[in-house]
């Protein structure tokens, strides 16, 4: 036996003797030994090891809910999965990422695992669970790849709230218009006299001027992305009264609709038309 394995099976047996603990906090201080396993199936493995003298009725993981370091939380995998791919399901989309809100007990527990049964080969509960859960999302809708720097749907679990929220990043819409009337400001001004709250001198719109640019040309794209808001970042500052040559804008999509408490930003890439005309 080498001396890795030695350790490792020493390390093992202190572990079963600390309490009872699910397959994946069993096998997760172990996640850098070994390729292609899961956590799982390395705590699977230590018990089986373990256990070699015994009936295989005590490999029943009695821990999935009374695990000392997650709580049960890695038992809860598929359920949060299933209410991912449920609120996934209006979006289109092709690359997710998953975080999670860590209860401040797991936290500890980890910490005291760590200090407990340092392994220098372990991994994070936080980073295990993320992608547990990336992977039972990706096999019950079957579609979907994680991206850590752009995802098209961002997933936040707090097991302790029991609440799931997605948020979907805007869609970004580039392209130029032009403006052939005068008398149409870029963006939507509000009323001088009330603000925007609507008075007798702004008919009660709460709108300086009846319409913008910004309101003609994010309409039809709010319609069609089935958005709920959507801005106009105008690269430079126009005169109302200008009659604008071709001006370069640029239309960010916003949130769907709430869900949860939680505003849904509606996904979807694309381009403009080169040359959107107001009249
Ligand atoms: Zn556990
Ligand atoms: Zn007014």
Redesign the pocket.
């Known amino acids: 036996m080498s001396g890795a394995e030695g350790e490792i099976l020493r390390i093992a047996r202190a572990l079963r003797a600390s309490g009872p ?2 397959d ?2 069993f096998g997760r201080p172990f996640a850098q030994r070994g390729r292609g396993w899961s956590n799982a199936d390395r705590g699977r493995a230590l018990r089986v090891l373990l256990s070699m003298s015994k009936s295989p009725s005590h490999l029943e993981d009695p ?1 999935r809910s009374g ?1 000392w ?2 709580g ?3 038992a809860e995998v598929d359920r949060w999965a299933e209410r991912a791919a449920a609120s996934a399901a209006p979006f289109e989309y092709e690359t997710y990422l998953f975080g999670v809100t860590l209860p401040p007990r797991l936290a500890a527990a980890e910490s005291l695992l760590e200090e407990r049964f340092p392994t220098g080969t372990g991994e994070s509960m936080k980073h295990a669970f993320n992608r547990e859960l990336g992977k039972a999302f990706e096999r019950l809708t079957g579609r979907g790849t994680v991206s850590f720097s752009a995802p098209d749907l961002t997933f936040q679990v707090d097991p302790a709230a029991d609440a799931l929220s997605v948020r979907a990043a805007p869609l970004f819409v580039a392209g130029r218009y032009r403006k052939l009337a005068r008398g149409i400001p870029q963006t939507h001004w509000p009323c001088r006299a009330c603000r925007g709250r609507g008075c007798s001198a702004c008919g009660g719109t709460g709108k300086q001027y009846p319409e913008s640019v910004e309101e003609l040309i994010a309409g039809p794209f709010v319609v069609a992305a089935r958005a709920q808001s959507a801005r106009l970042h105008g690269a430079g500052r126009e005169d109302i009264d200008a009659r604008a040559p071709p001006h370069q804008g640029h239309l960010s999509l916003l949130p769907e609709r709430a869900q949860g408490g939680q505003k849904h930003e509606r996904v979807a890439q694309g381009r403009g038309p080169d040359d959107e005309q107001v009249h």
Do not use: R, T
Request: charged letters at 10%; hydrophobic letters at 45%.
């Open positions: 603990l699910c994946e906090c821990a695990c370091v997650c049960g939380l890695f």
